[in-house]
């Protein structure tokens, strides 16, 4: 099931220690990752000060982009939870006022997304 849920795009959860040995450049002083998810090729983290998420783009994936996404920027957020026959829980972003969610980003079920949310509400609240 890990690959399937890989390939259809959820998120399964990737230890702080990991990121940090791949992605510790883009931090700041004082910034830490806190929570961290991988997707097929993609990565998003949330540290002490922002989301990042890291795009791996293109058919070699030789190009990224990472966004910043400040907390403070994060209007609102919302989550759908799982079905009795879902696979994912669905996690989605609002930055300031846009109409559509900026981050839409889906988990399996190894991942506590009621976890997740919290820690955002705890940042953005």
Not at 66 to 93: C, H, Q, V, W
């Amino acid at each position: 099931m890990g690959l399937l849920n890989k390939l259809i795009g959820n998120a399964s959860e990737v230890s702080s220690e990991k990121l940090n040995e791949k992605y510790g450049r883009l931090l700041i002083e004082n910034e830490d990752i806190e929570l961290g998810f991988k997707l097929l090729r993609d990565t998003f983290m949330f540290t002490t000060k922002r989301l990042i998420i890291i795009d791996v783009q293109g058919i070699t994936g030789s190009k990224v982009e990472y966004k910043s996404l400040p907390y403070k920027n994060i209007s609102r957020f919302s989550l759908e939870t799982a079905g009795t026959f879902d696979l994912d829980a669905e996690l989605k972003i609002w930055i300031s006022s846009e109409n559509e969610p900026s981050i839409s980003k889906k988990f399996n079920k190894s991942v506590d997304v009621y976890e997740v949310q919290k820690h955002l509400a705890s940042k953005v609240m």
